[in-house]
């Protein structure tokens, strides 16, 4: 049963022999949330994993869903101090955004060889480069192919996270979904 709070697990993102993918329609049945999350207020409970696919979505339909708002995430940095978001009012919080990319590239992280970077500005000009999360353009770019810089960008923000209880704890952006236009 899937718990709350939990991202769906790898060995759940097939129907039978069929992988789903980014632009796929599920029907889901979803459970009340017993409180809004403070955090990924966009996040829900799954009540069970009857799953069915009952349609695509074209890429181009998601032109009215693109928030090009400046800056991401309420800064231009790759990361928010939860400090900054508990000021901020419940109908003015975001942590996932459609943002159509300018000058959009694709690049190793410098201190984590074996992580890729996506470098964009935003619609103000404020320049980016957040952690690529999505699996299926990191497996496109270790295998050497040139992606396409016409695409949108699905942007998270993370939960709080510290190093150590010392450290402040920040929510970082990332890049979780890439979608070829």
């Given at each position: 049963?899937?718990?709350?709070?939990?991202?769906?697990?790898?060995?759940?993102?097939?129907?039978?022999?069929?992988?789903?993918?980014l632009?796929?329609?599920?029907?889901?049945?979803?459970?009340?949330?017993?409180?809004?999350?403070?955090?990924?207020?966009e996040?829900?409970?799954l009540?069970n994993?009857?799953?069915?696919?009952c349609?695509?979505v074209?890429?181009?339909?998601?032109?009215?869903?693109?928030?090009?708002s400046?800056p991401?995430?309420?800064?231009?940095?790759?990361?928010?101090?939860?400090?900054?978001?508990?000021?901020?009012?419940?109908?003015?919080?975001?942590?996932?955004?459609?943002?159509?990319?300018?000058?959009?590239?694709?690049?190793?992280?410098a201190?984590?060889?074996?992580?890729?970077?996506?470098?964009?500005?935003?619609k103000?000009?404020?320049?980016?480069?957040?952690?690529?999360t999505?699996?299926?353009?990191?497996?496109?770019?270790?295998a050497?192919?040139r992606?396409?810089?016409?695409?949108l960008?699905?942007?998270?923000?993370?939960?709080?996270f510290?190093?150590?209880?010392?450290?402040?704890?920040?929510?970082?952006?990332?890049?979780?979904?890439?979608?070829?236009?």
């Amino acid at each position: 049963m899937p718990q709350e709070g939990n991202a769906i697990p790898d060995a759940r993102c097939t129907l039978g022999d069929t992988a789903l993918s980014l632009l796929d329609v599920f029907d889901v049945e979803l459970d009340p949330l017993k409180e809004t999350p403070k955090y990924q207020r966009e996040n829900c409970v799954l009540k069970n994993w009857s799953w069915r696919v009952c349609g695509r979505v074209p890429a181009a339909s998601l032109e009215p869903f693109i928030d090009d708002s400046a800056p991401l995430f309420h800064n231009t940095q790759d990361r928010v101090v939860t400090a900054v978001l508990e000021r901020i009012a419940a109908r003015d919080w975001k942590s996932l955004q459609l943002v159509r990319p300018r000058n959009l590239r694709y690049e190793r992280d410098a201190h984590k060889p074996q992580r890729w970077r996506a470098r964009f500005r935003d619609k103000a000009g404020n320049e980016y480069a957040l952690m690529l999360t999505d699996p299926q353009a990191t497996r496109r770019l270790e295998a050497g192919e040139r992606m396409g810089t016409c695409s949108l960008l699905t942007v998270s923000l993370t939960r709080p996270f510290a190093s150590d209880d010392s450290m402040l704890k920040l929510c970082y952006k990332i890049v979780a979904a890439v979608i070829d236009l």
